[in-house]
């Protein structure tokens, strides 16, 4: 480890510290915006390993995301307490990526990106129409949980945070690894990284279930925090879009690029949702062309976008 | 029964041909995926829909008015915006036209409001011993292959549309040979703004329309592209009736809930086993 | 040259849809060999070296290396158990460093126990190449030879028993060429068995102990390269029936 990494953990650190002491200050909202921040920073961290590390577009986010929040919404109505949920939901969440991803990580590219977007879709017509179930379009009720709405918050705070650290810590870890070595080995050329003996198969889908295992666990405390959930809530395609931009913005397949992105993207949606109300969708629509086409690398690596330069060719 | 469900399946996937088809060009050629095609098609029903309250014209006269605005739109942004990333992977192009989209949606719910419209035009219905076949809906998918077929037409037969064929194999071949690719990318997209727009005339008479609904069109057209093969209107043909016809059966043997999971599980189905679909020959990366 | 086969290919075919690529070719190499293998365009030599290393699935027939069916095996299990190959077209990781790239050779097929003693391996085996200049640039930004070269220092990272080369040459000028004939026997020298690919005749013909030829993807001569020269089923494969007859048993292929 470098000085510079060193300097960028504490940097970190002191983020966690401020975060740590934001209850304390009694502002709801900034609780609130706070857990948002760590909620969508494990979300990216998760995007960071299949996007960003291996390359693949995945927009399946919404669907670990929602499932883990069916799974931890349903467990803790019939009597599991909240925790317990939670971990369920990501060992559900963990299996389902790793079976879906032996079937679609076959697919490369476009195909890749299309079957993903389909899992988020099948999902959400399932809870949809499985009414039994899931409460179908009605959505799940989930307990509150007891204390107050300072102490509830509180403690939603923390537990998005921690479900971001240790997504962090896993990136760490891939980052720095073997694992990390061969996605990006993948990334850039999947076929000579199987020629060299990389186990290309093998190291997509554990990127892949990382990034399921991390969706669904913050989909379950999600479900807990809202206390309410429906199909088009956490099935939705704009979060399942929103977090490869976040994490572009910042740098894919960088250990802090997701950070960064997620902080920059909700201080810029935020501002916006305060002074635009109406014109939310068509003020966030232009950041994301804009980001396209100013920061192909994400802010961590600018350099002068070639696609505006050059006008599209090569 | 069976011949009702068969006969709905059809005339279903007539228009969810004209739905995709344009769809499926624009993929196919400028190997973009544009997440503004839904859009395009509500808002080609919504100036259906105005044209037909303010001029009196028939949706289906509509269709040159409607479908050349939406193709100029889309030319231009095609060649203002778009082509700056045709070159780029699919995380940027789908990513920027979802963008895109978000502004269009947008300015549809402010300029046209959210409650659902129709244009109401009762034709009457055609009856066959038991089955009943409302002329509207049959005139929409008669019209739906009309369109679908000129324009398969047009790809054959016309300049522009082999330069679009040559540019979709091998683009820089055609370049080579002469051919301006950028203007027939633009073309291309417009051509696909075109036929949304169409479908758009086609469905304001048929089903109540508003802007939520943009996602659904757009969630047929995927399914018509992956069933039936990028690029290609015998392929948005083949894909439309596929899933229209498994949607009617699905829905009279399952439940119309039901049908949507369906045609999405189609999809993955097809995307796992044969993903240049039922007709195409060398899918995009 | 004695002992049992490395490298035992038998009765090895592949069909495309229609296409028969390669159809029936069986051929054994035995440790230490240089063995090349020629043919005219579309004789099917790269789809072969694709079989044996595992990038397509065979269609009939077995491939057993180092004493184990390998037939099946996915290409980094066969990497790993000491077959390394070469693309025609090079394959680098662009964005990643010359010296990042041959470790990525170390680290995973080569074994190597952390990245640093990969990193360690790869300035080795960049220095054997010639490379080591270029050690930090992105392997993007490296001219064609050197790129060859790249690929060659990757393999060789990867601690092969037998490498097989695929036109490792094409696109390179005599001088380059004479360079890359020098560092092939110098890896011959140190023990790895060699499958030179090659449609350059002089360059394969001098190098060679043996030599296959592929044609239609059929088999159609083997032994030492001043027989198969002669051989008029071969000539006739590169220049036509009326060569053999103008030419008969001392025609030679241009």
């Known amino acids: 480890m470098t000085r510079a990494d060193f300097a960028k953990l504490g940097l970190l650190g002191l983020g966690v510290l401020g975060m740590l002491a934001v209850p304390v200050l009694g502002d709801n909202y900034l609780v609130r915006l706070c857990t948002f921040v760590a909620m969508y920073s494990a979300m990216a961290l998760a995007w960071n390993f299949i996007g960003g590390y291996a390359g693949y577009p995945s927009f399946a986010t919404a669907a670990f995301f929602g499932l883990g929040a069916y799974v931890g919404a349903l467990l803790q109505n019939h009597g599991v307490p909240m925790v317990?949920?939670?971990?369920?939901?990501?060992?559900?969440?963990?299996?389902?990526?790793?079976?879906?991803?032996?079937?679609?990580?076959?697919?490369?590219?476009?195909?890749?990106?299309?079957?993903?977007?389909?899992?988020?879709?099948?999902?959400?017509?399932?809870?949809?129409?499985?009414?039994?179930?899931?409460?179908?379009?009605?959505?799940?009720?989930?307990?509150?949980?007891?204390?107050?709405?300072?102490?509830?918050?509180?403690?939603?705070?923390?537990?998005?945070?921690?479900?971001?650290?240790?997504?962090?810590?896993?990136?760490?870890?891939?980052?720095?690894?073997?694992?990390?070595?061969?996605?990006?080995?993948?990334?850039?050329?999947?076929?000579?990284?199987?020629?060299?003996?990389?186990?290309?198969?093998?190291?997509?889908?554990?990127?892949?279930?990382?990034?399921?295992?991390?969706?669904?666990?913050?989909?379950?405390?999600?479900?807990?925090?809202?206390?309410?959930?429906?199909?088009?809530?956490?099935?939705?395609?704009?979060?399942?879009?929103?977090?490869?931009?976040?994490?572009?913005?910042?740098?894919?397949?960088?250990?802090?690029?997701p950070l960064i992105g997620v902080i920059v993207f909700i201080v810029l949606e935020e501002t916006?949702?305060?002074?635009?109300?109406?014109?939310?969708?068509?003020?966030?629509?232009?950041?994301?062309?804009?980001?396209?086409?100013?920061?192909?690398?994400?802010?961590?690596?600018?350099?002068?976008?070639?696609?505006?330069?050059?006008?599209?060719?090569? | 029964m069976d011949m009702q469900t068969l006969i709905n399946g059809l005339v279903?996937?007539?228009?969810?041909?004209?739905?995709?088809?344009?769809?499926?060009?624009?993929?196919?050629?400028?190997?973009?995926?544009?997440?503004?095609?839904?859009?395009?098609?509500?808002?080609?029903?919504?100036?259906?829909?105005?044209?037909?309250?303010?001029?009196?014209?028939?949706?289906?006269?509509?269709?040159?008015?409607?479908?050349?605005?939406?193709?100029?739109?889309?030319?231009?942004?095609?060649?203002?915006?778009?082509?700056?990333?045709?070159?780029?992977?699919?995380?940027?192009?789908?990513?920027?036209?979802?963008?895109?989209?978000?502004?269009?949606?947008?300015?549809?719910?402010?300029?046209?409001?959210?409650?659902?419209?129709?244009?109401?035009?009762?034709?009457?219905?055609?009856?066959?011993?038991?089955?009943?076949?409302?002329?509207?809906?049959i005139a929409a998918m008669a019209l739906a292959l009309l369109l679908t077929g000129l324009l398969y037409f047009l790809l054959r037969s016309s300049r522009v549309g082999r330069a679009?064929?040559?540019?979709?194999?091998?683009?820089?071949?055609?370049?080579?040979?002469?051919?301006?690719?950028?203007?027939?990318?633009?073309?291309?997209?417009?051509?696909?703004?075109?036929?949304a727009g169409a479908a758009g005339c086609l469905i304001a008479i048929v089903y109540p329309f508003s802007p939520a609904m943009t996602g659904l069109f757009l969630g047929k057209a995927f399914v018509v592209c992956v069933v039936?093969?990028?690029?290609?209107?015998?392929?948005?043909?083949?894909?439309?009736?596929?899933?229209?016809?498994?949607?009617?059966?699905?829905?009279?043997?399952?439940?119309?809930?039901?049908?949507?999971?369906?045609?999405?599980?189609?999809?993955?189905?097809?995307?796992?086993?044969?993903?240049?679909?039922l007709m195409g020959k060398v899918g995009y990366e | 040259m004695t002992g049992a086969p490395l490298l035992e290919v038998r009765d090895l075919s592949k069909h495309f849809g229609g296409v028969r690529a390669v159809q029936n070719v069986s051929f054994a190499v035995r440790p230490g060999e240089?063995?090349?293998?020629?043919?005219?365009?579309?004789?099917?030599?790269?789809?072969?070296?694709?079989?044996?290393?595992?990038?397509?699935?065979?269609?009939?027939?077995?491939?057993?290396?180092?004493?184990?069916?390998v037939t099946r095996q996915k290409p980094h299990m066969i990497a790993r158990r000491g077959l390394s190959r070469t693309f025609q077209i090079v394959q680098p990781f662009p964005q990643m460093t010359a010296v990042e790239n041959v470790a990525a050779g170390a680290l995973f097929a080569g074994q190597a126990p952390s990245r640093k003693v990969a990193l360690d391996q790869a300035h080795e085996k960049l220095a054997v190449v010639g490379l080591t200049r270029v050690a930090d640039s992105p392997a993007s930004a490296l001219t064609l030879p050197d790129r060859k070269r790249l690929e060659f220092a990757k393999s060789l990272a990867m601690k092969p028993k037998m490498l097989l080369l695929d036109e490792v040459n094409a696109g390179l000028n005599p001088h380059e060429i004479d360079t890359a004939l020098a560092l092939i026997r110098t890896i011959a020298a140190s023990g790895i068995t060699i499958i030179v690919i090659e449609h350059l005749m002089k360059v394969v013909l001098g190098l060679s102990h043996r030599i296959l030829v592929l044609h239609h993807g059929e088999l159609i001569a083997e032994g030492a390269p001043a027989a198969v020269v002669k051989d008029p089923k071969v000539v006739e494969a590169y220049l036509g029936n009326r060569f053999v007859e103008r030419f008969g048993a001392t025609g030679h292929p241009a």
């Open chain 3, 34 to 69: 240089i063995v090349g293998l020629i043919g005219p365009n579309g004789a099917g030599k790269t789809t072969l070296v694709n079989l044996i290393s595992g990038f397509h699935r065979a269609s009939g027939g077995a491939v057993r290396f180092d004493g184990r069916d």
């Open chain 2, 12 to 137: 279903l996937g007539g228009l969810y041909a004209c739905i995709a088809v344009g769809f499926s060009l624009v993929w196919g050629v400028l190997n973009v995926i544009n997440m503004m095609h839904g859009s395009f098609i509500v808002l080609g029903a919504y100036l259906a829909y105005y044209v037909f309250a303010i001029a009196g014209i028939h949706p289906f006269f509509a269709v040159p008015l409607v479908g050349g605005l939406l193709f100029a739109g889309g030319y231009l942004l095609q060649r203002g915006v778009i082509n700056r990333v045709v070159d780029q992977p699919v995380l940027i192009t789908l990513v920027l036209t979802f963008g895109l989209d978000m502004i269009l949606y947008n300015a549809m719910v402010l300029g046209f409001s959210a409650t659902p419209r129709r244009v109401a035009l009762d034709m009457g219905v055609l009856e066959f011993g038991t089955m009943v076949l409302p002329v509207d809906r």
């Open chain 2, 164 to 195: 679009i064929v040559a540019v979709r194999m091998d683009r820089e071949a055609a370049a080579l040979m002469g051919i301006r690719v950028e203007h027939i990318y633009a073309v291309t997209f417009g051509l696909g703004a075109f036929m």
């Open chain 1, 84 to 257: 317990p949920a939670w971990i369920a939901a990501m060992l559900v969440s963990a299996g389902f990526s790793l079976a879906v991803g032996a079937m679609i990580l076959r697919l490369r590219g476009h195909y890749f990106a299309v079957g993903s977007i389909a899992l988020v879709e099948i999902l959400r017509q399932v809870a949809s129409t499985w009414r039994d179930v899931t409460g179908g379009g009605n959505g799940l009720n989930v307990p509150m949980l007891p204390g107050g709405p300072g102490f509830a918050g509180m403690v939603f705070l923390y537990s998005m945070l921690a479900i971001a650290l240790l997504a962090f810590a896993a990136t760490l870890w891939v980052d720095k690894g073997r694992l990390g070595f061969g996605l990006r080995c993948i990334r850039q050329n999947e076929d000579a990284a199987n020629m060299v003996g990389i186990d290309a198969d093998r190291y997509k889908t554990i990127a892949f279930t990382l990034s399921g295992l991390f969706c669904g666990t913050a989909g379950a405390a999600y479900a807990s925090w809202v206390a309410y959930i429906d199909p088009s809530d956490t099935f939705n395609i704009l979060t399942t879009l929103k977090v490869p931009v976040m994490v572009m913005l910042g740098g894919a397949g960088t250990l802090y690029g």
């Open chain 1, 272 to 314: 916006i949702w305060s002074s635009f109300l109406e014109l939310h969708q068509a003020v966030l629509g232009t950041i994301i062309v804009i980001l396209v086409f100013f920061l192909p690398g994400g802010l961590l690596k600018l350099r002068l976008p070639a696609a505006l330069l050059s006008g599209g060719r090569r």
């Open chain 2, 228 to 277: 039936g093969g990028l690029g290609s209107v015998p392929g948005a043909l083949v894909g439309g009736l596929v899933l229209g016809i498994i949607e009617s059966y699905s829905g009279a043997w399952l439940g119309p809930q039901h049908a949507i999971t369906v045609g999405f599980v189609l999809m993955i189905l097809l995307l796992l086993t044969r993903p240049t679909g």
